[in-house]
């Protein structure tokens, strides 16, 4: 396993032969022709004889699945194709909701806005990269939704978005309609720079896990200042004052007042038992709520705390001992945490398996089948308020799904096809059918490429020398007075 906090750097432009072993490496692994059905795809889908494993109200053996516009219409045995249907034969495969990662960093072009503490004014829905191949790999993971947190480096990171994984659309498409918007904390090591200094210059602050509480504190002091401010002014306009000076508005504190106003989502990064008190703490102190806790490796210690709190937990597996706060974590920790741990990624080869993440807590736990499932499908619904459109199997929600040829939670699962929105976005049959035409256009490329580099360089026409000025007359051994005066300078 591996782990990333901000991978991702902004890429320049470059030279054809540059980037030619990247677009090579991305031809080898995403279909460009047969990544997602084109729009005029038949809007009526039937996948039918499949387990079809609903998360909400247990599974159907030999089901069916019935598709309109997107949106699941039916779900039960016997359903028949109407006329035009397409039909999607699913004999001994199963089907479960679309796997949701509740904290990933894929599919944007920058990461962290480390330059400041609080850096609450940045967004990420305006560095979507829709060309990231990432995007494709999670779809061939049975990844169809993905919380995109900003990075670590900050105590009030940017602003967070959730994502569909429609692959081969522009990033306008990307953002899922109407989820509520978030915003990233972080605690611990990372905001406090515990492993980042530039020789020479001073550390930022804060550099104590008391100077990251009071950051916080003091961002959320201010934003309560700024929030008062308008409250008095919208209160004068609606009493009828005339000729009133708005606010000046102050883009960094906005997002704050939101989260005052339980209109924007907090999700914190966070490892040790006293850092998450401190933020409930501080919570508490300005009356916000924590939506989830991001990795949380010590959340096992204070579960009673978070239950109370009504906190969301988004951790991993078995991560562990990668840096000093994770030596604590167990691979019990999802199944302490009141059984409402969730399984994040953090990575973008995690996300492509994150239902075996999720298998792992039956063992380490004792979990059901059921809330293993939970884990990466209905609890990060909850958890990022998606829940009314995605995270079941249930009439009138998204027809996001994936479509295994074994149990779901089998180290020998695969996924067979995923869909987002009743379209077919990932199909494993058509990816392997592609792969031979792919390799053939990549053998075309890479001749090219090395015809380039075997080709002489051209000689440059030998350039004109300047005609040169005729040379004054040499000195007799013997000069005159006046070319000694010439000589010495006096002229």
């Given at each position: 396993?591996?782990?990333?906090f901000?991978?991702?750097?902004?890429?320049?432009?470059?030279?054809?032969v540059?980037?030619?072993?990247?677009?090579?490496?991305?031809?080898?692994?995403?279909?460009?022709?047969?990544?997602?059905?084109?729009?005029?795809?038949?809007?009526?889908?039937?996948?039918?004889?499949?387990t079809v494993?609903?998360?909400?109200?247990?599974?159907?053996?030999?089901?069916?699945?019935?598709i309109?516009?997107?949106?699941?219409?039916?779900?039960?045995?016997?359903?028949?194709?109407?006329?035009?249907?397409?039909?999607?034969?699913?004999?001994?495969?199963?089907?479960?909701?679309?796997?949701?990662?509740?904290?990933?960093?894929?599919?944007?072009?920058a990461?962290?806005?480390?330059?400041?503490?609080v850096?609450?004014?940045?967004n990420?829905?305006?560095?979507?990269?829709?060309?990231?191949?990432?995007?494709?790999?999670?779809l061939?993971g049975?990844?169809?939704?993905?919380?995109i947190l900003?990075?670590?480096a900050?105590?009030?990171?940017?602003q967070?978005?959730v994502?569909?994984?429609?692959?081969?659309?522009?990033?306008?498409?990307?953002?899922?309609?109407?989820?509520v918007?978030g915003?990233?904390?972080?605690?611990?090591?990372?905001p406090?720079?515990?492993?980042?200094?530039i020789?020479?210059?001073p550390?930022r602050y804060?550099?104590?896990?008391?100077?990251?509480?009071?950051?916080?504190?003091?961002?959320f002091?201010?934003?309560?200042d700024?929030k008062?401010?308008?409250?008095?002014?919208?209160?004068?306009?609606?009493?009828?004052?005339?000729?009133l000076?708005?606010?000046?508005?102050?883009?960094?504190?906005?997002?704050?007042?939101?989260?005052?106003?339980?209109k924007?989502?907090?999700?914190?990064?966070?490892?040790?038992?006293?850092?998450?008190?401190?933020?409930?703490?501080?919570?508490?102190?300005?009356?916000?709520?924590?939506?989830?806790l991001?990795?949380?490796l010590?959340g096992?210690?204070?579960?009673?705390?978070?239950?109370?709190?009504?906190v969301g937990?988004?951790?991993?597996?078995?991560?562990?001992?990668?840096k000093?706060?994770?030596?604590?974590?167990?691979p019990?920790?999802?199944?302490?945490?009141t059984?409402?741990g969730?399984?994040?990624?953090?990575?973008?080869?995690?996300?492509?398996?994150?239902?075996?993440?999720?298998?792992?807590?039956?063992?380490?736990g004792?979990l059901?089948?059921?809330?293993?499932?939970?884990?990466?499908?209905?609890?990060?619904?909850?958890?990022?308020?998606?829940?009314n459109?995605?995270?079941t199997?249930?009439?009138?929600?998204?027809?996001?799904?994936?479509?295994?040829?074994?149990?779901p939670?089998?180290?020998?699962?695969?996924?067979?096809?995923?869909?987002?929105?009743?379209?077919?976005?990932?199909?494993?049959d058509?990816?392997?059918?592609?792969?031979?035409?792919?390799?053939?256009?990549?053998?075309?490329l890479?001749?090219?490429?090395?015809k380039?580099?075997k080709?002489?360089e051209?000689?440059k026409?030998?350039?004109?020398?300047?005609?040169?000025s005729?040379?004054?007359?040499?000195?007799?051994?013997?000069?005159t007075?006046q070319?000694?005066?010439?000589?010495?300078?006096?002229?």
């Open positions: 396993m591996r782990i990333s901000s991978m991702n750097a902004r890429r320049a432009p470059i030279a054809f540059l980037l030619l072993p990247r677009f090579l490496s991305a031809l080898c692994l995403a279909p460009s022709g047969e990544a997602a059905t084109p729009p005029d795809a038949a809007p009526v889908i039937l996948i039918q004889n499949t494993m609903t998360v909400s109200h247990g599974t159907i053996e030999h089901g069916s699945i019935l309109k516009d997107g949106k699941i219409a039916e779900v039960g045995q016997s359903i028949k194709a109407p006329t035009g249907a397409q039909v999607i034969e699913a004999s001994g495969q199963f089907v479960i909701p679309g796997i949701i990662d509740c904290h990933s960093h894929i599919a944007a072009e990461i962290n806005e480390g330059s400041v503490s850096s609450s004014m940045v990420m829905e305006e560095v979507l990269d829709p060309e990231d191949i990432d995007i494709y790999r999670d061939a049975g990844v169809t939704s993905a919380n900003h990075g670590s900050n105590s009030i990171g940017g967070t978005l994502i569909k994984l429609r692959w081969g659309q522009p990033a306008a498409k990307l953002p899922f309609e109407g989820a918007p915003i990233k904390f972080a605690l611990g090591e990372n406090k720079r515990s492993n980042f200094s020789p020479g210059q550390r804060p550099a104590t896990r008391m100077g990251v509480a009071e950051t916080i504190r003091g961002a002091s201010e934003a309560r700024y008062k401010t308008w409250d008095d002014y919208h209160k004068r306009v609606a009493a009828g004052e005339k000729n000076i708005p606010p000046r508005r102050d883009l960094k504190l906005e997002p704050l007042v939101e989260v005052l106003e339980g924007r989502y907090v999700h914190s990064h966070c490892y040790r038992e006293d850092e998450i008190l401190m933020l409930l703490l501080v919570a508490k102190e300005f009356g916000f709520t924590v939506r989830t991001q990795h949380v010590e096992y210690k204070v579960a009673d705390e978070l239950a109370a709190a009504g937990a988004s951790t991993f597996s078995d991560w562990w001992a990668y000093v706060e994770a030596y604590d974590a167990i019990y920790n999802a199944a302490l945490m059984r409402r969730v399984l994040n990624s953090d990575d973008a080869e995690e996300a492509t398996h994150l239902n075996q993440e999720a298998a792992k807590s039956m063992k380490y004792g059901t089948h059921d809330e293993a499932l939970k884990l990466v499908t209905l609890n990060p619904a909850i958890q990022l308020g998606i829940d459109r995605v995270g199997i249930d009439v009138g929600k998204d027809a996001d799904l994936a479509i295994y040829n074994h149990d939670l089998s180290a020998y699962a695969v996924v067979q096809k995923t869909l987002i929105d009743g379209r077919v976005y990932f199909d494993r058509k990816d392997l059918a592609s792969r031979a035409e792919i390799e053939k256009e990549k053998k075309t890479t001749d090219k490429l090395k380039e580099e080709k002489p051209e000689k026409p030998e350039e004109k020398k300047p005609e040169q005729p040379k004054p007359p040499a000195l007799s051994a013997a000069p007075a070319a000694r005066a010439v000589q010495g300078g006096a002229l």
